[in-house]
């Protein structure tokens, strides 16, 4: 969990309570954005087989869309090759054609019958730069989201101005200012490490 608020004491208690709402919802609210970034990074796959890539894939089961990962075990076997085992075995053929439908995987599911395994093939180097440009794309939007709850945080607290005094807003907002850095901080640091892993051979 990243820091929520910091000098809430500095402040008088009347203020200090609506203004403690307004950051710690916007943290949170932030927290979740770095969240699904990091989701959104493990979506896009690498050198190596990630379980994490295949847990969102849609399948077709009794004629309604469900993420693979509620479907089935996924586990690692090798660095390249996942194992995946149906919790029930009549979706077999549905997760194997969701797998070949997945433009992204570029790879050759093998069902046996009882389980399927699929070998990811290696990533060229334009594939690589391809999906780091992808990466740094999806990074950019979650900024955009943290931005923006800054902006929405910043507009409740200039709105208390006349409520509460302005050294306490002023504090607030730098507080908010610290808070935005932390979690535009933590993106940049998940993106770094996704890029990483994209340009490992």
């Known amino acids: 969990m990243l820091p929520t ?5 500095h402040w008088n208690r009347e ?20 969240e699904v970034a990091r989701e959104d990074f493990g979506t896009v796959r690498t050198g190596r087989a990630n ?14 869309p469900t993420p693979l990962g509620q479907l089935a075990a996924i586990v690692n076997l090798e660095a390249r090759t996942i194992q ?6 009549s979706a077999l053929k549905a997760i194997e054609t969701a797998l070949r439908e997945q433009p992204n995987l570029s790879a050759n599911p093998n069902n ?12 060229t180097e334009e594939r690589r730069k ?8 999806k990074g950019e939007d979650a900024k955009v989201v943290v931005r923006n709850l800054r902006r929405k945080a910043k507009d409740d607290l200039d709105a208390l101005k006349g409520e509460v005094g302005d050294d306490e807003v002023a504090r607030a ?16 640091e998940a993106l770094k490490r996704k890029e990483a892993e994209l340009l490992e051979v």
């Not at 203020?15 to 770095?34: F, R, Y």
């Not at 995946?84 to 075995?89: A, G, H, M, Q, V």
């Not at 046996?112 to 990533?123: A, N, Q, S, W, Y």
């Not at 391809?130 to 794309?137: A, C, I, N, Q, T």
Request: negative net charge.
């Open 5 to 9: 608020t910091l000098g809430l004491k």
């Open 15 to 34: 203020g200090a309570s609506v203004i403690s709402e307004v950051l710690a919802e916007t943290a949170a609210k932030m927290d979740k954005a770095v």
């Open 51 to 64: 379980p994490q890539l295949f847990q969102k894939i849609p399948v077709d089961y009794y004629g309604s």
């Open 84 to 89: 995946i085992t149906p919790y029930d075995k």
């Open 112 to 123: 046996d019958g009882e389980v399927i395994r699929v070998t990811m093939p290696e990533l």
């Open 130 to 137: 391809e999906f780091v440009k992808l990466v740094r794309s």
């Open 173 to 188: 907002e730098k507080e908010l200012e610290s808070l935005t850095k932390v979690r535009i901080d933590a993106i940049d």
